[in-house]
C-alpha cells in the first residue's frame, strides 16, 4: 500500500476489518516489520487522537516516530506555487516535503480544508503534492477532504458492537458554533457505502454533501424518521459543500442536538462520534455519557486503524 484517502486504498473491506481485528488481539505481533524505519506525523493544525494512536501505531510496529506541528517551530510554509514570497512565509512547501521526506519512511499528514479556494480543498492539494514531491508512502490524518483512519476505526467499533448482521447506521449532522470540515462525514459516507450496513445520511437542506463520497446513499431530510430503528447513530456537524455556500454555516438548529429523546426514536442504538464533540451542542450530557455511548473505545480503535494501514504499507515498503 502507498497511499490512503479513500476507502477502495484497503482493497477488500471486510478483509481489512479482520486484519485490524486480529492485530487488536496481539497489536505487537509485527514489532520486527518497523526497525529502522521511521515514521513521520505531519501537522498542519491541531489533534489530540490522531496524535497519539499515529505514533502509537507506529511504535507498535517497532517504527522511530516523529511528530512536527508545522505552525508550532517551524518555518511558516507557502502552499501555492507561483507566488511573491515576501509575506510572512519563509519556506515553501515544495522544498520542504523532500527535506522532510529525506528523513523518514512514511508520511502521515493533517491539513485540514482552508474553505478559502473549493477546488484547491477538493482536489486535495496539500496531500497530493506530498505523495508527488516526497517519493514515500503517505496517508491521510485528516486531509482537506476525507478522514479515513477516522472511518476505519468507526468500522471496526460497528463490527464490534453490530448485533445484527445488517444495521442500520445514521449519519446525523448536528449543530456547532463554528465552520467544520466535510472530511469525516465525506469519509464516514465512503467506508458505510463499502460495508454491509443500511446507510442512511440526514441533515437539514443545503448540507449535501460531495457526490464522490455520497455515491447514491439515502439522504432522508427528516432527522426524526432517518433515527426510526437505528442501530447505530453518528453524529457530527459540517459546514455546507455545495456552491455558492462552500464552508459556511447555514443553520445551528438545536433541535437537531442527538438528545435521550432522539435516541428513544432509535432501536436502542449505540451512539458515535469521532471526538472532539462539544456537549450539547452535537450531544447532551446523558447520550453520551449513556450505557450507549461508543465514543471512548471507538477513540481507542484509532490506535488499531492507523497500525493496519502502516502495517500494510511497511510490508510493501
Ligand atoms: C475537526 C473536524 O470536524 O474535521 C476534527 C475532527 C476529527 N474538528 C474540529 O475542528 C473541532
Ligand atoms: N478524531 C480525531 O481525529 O481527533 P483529533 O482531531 O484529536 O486527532
Redesign the pocket.
Known amino acids: 500500500m502507498r497511499k490512503l484517502l479513500m476507502a477502495q486504498d484497503l482493497g477488500d473491506l471486510n478483509k481489512a476489518v479482520q486484519e485490524a481485528l486480529e492485530i487488536k488481539k496481539n497489536r505487537y505481533a509485527y514489532k520486527h516489520l518497523g526497525e529502522n524505519k521511521t515514521l513521520l506525523c505531519v501537522f498542519f493544525?491541531?489533534?489530540?487522537?490522531?496524535?497519539?494512536?499515529t505514533q502509537k501505531a507506529g511504535m507498535n510496529l517497532g517504527m522511530n516516530t516523529m511528530v512536527l506541528d508545522v505552525n508550532q517551530g517551524a518555518w511558516k510554509l507557502e502552499t501555492e506555487r507561483g507566488v511573491v514570497m515576501d509575506g510572512d512565509k519563509s519556506e515553501h512547501l515544495l522544498e520542504a516535503i523532500p527535506v522532510m521526506a529525506s528523513f523518514c519512511d512514511v508520511i502521515g499528514v493533517?491539513s485540514f480544508a482552508n474553505f478559502q479556494n473549493k477546488e484547491f480543498d477538493y482536489q486535495e492539494t496539500i496531500l497530493n503534492q506530498f505523495i508527488k514531491y516526497s517519493g514515500k508512502p503517505v496517508f491521510s490524518?485528516?486531509s482537506a477532504t476525507a478522514?479515513p483512519?477516522?472511518a476505519f476505526a468507526d468500522l471496526i467499533t460497528i463490527e464490534e458492537y453490530k448485533k445484527k448482521e445488517r444495521p442500520k447506521v445514521v449519519l446525523t449532522w448536528a449543530p456547532h458554533p463554528r465552520a467544520l470540515p466535510q472530511a469525516?462525514p465525506n469519509s464516514f459516507a465512503d467506508f458505510m457505502n463499502e460495508a454491509n450496513v443500511d446507510f442512511v445520511i440526514t441533515h437539514p437542506k443545503g448540507y449535501e454533501l460531495c457526490d464522490k463520497f455520497v455515491r447514491g446513499a439515502k439522504v432522508e431530510y427528516d432527522q426524526d424518521k432517518a433515527l426510526e430503528g437505528a442501530d447505530f447513530v453518528y453524529a457530527k456537524n459540517w459546514s455546507a459543500y455545495q456552491d455558492p455556500n462552500y464552508g459556511q454555516i447555514l443553520s445551528k438548529d438545536m433541535s437537531w442536538t442527538v438528545s435521550t429523546e432522539k435516541m428513544a426514536l432509535t432501536d436502542n442504538a449505540y451512539f458515535m462520534h469521532?471526538?472532539?464533540v462539544r456537549r450539547n451542542m452535537i450531544v447532551t450530557d446523558d447520550v453520551i455519557e449513556s450505557p450507549q455511548s461508543l465514543v471512548i473505545p471507538e477513540?481507542a480503535n484509532?490506535e488499531i486503524s492507523a497500525e493496519t494501514v502502516i502495517k500494510r504499507i511497511l510490508e510493501k515498503l
Open positions: 493544525n491541531n489533534s489530540l487522537r490522531t496524535r497519539l494512536s493533517r490524518m485528516e478522514h483512519l477516522q469525516v469521532c471526538l472532539p477513540a484509532r
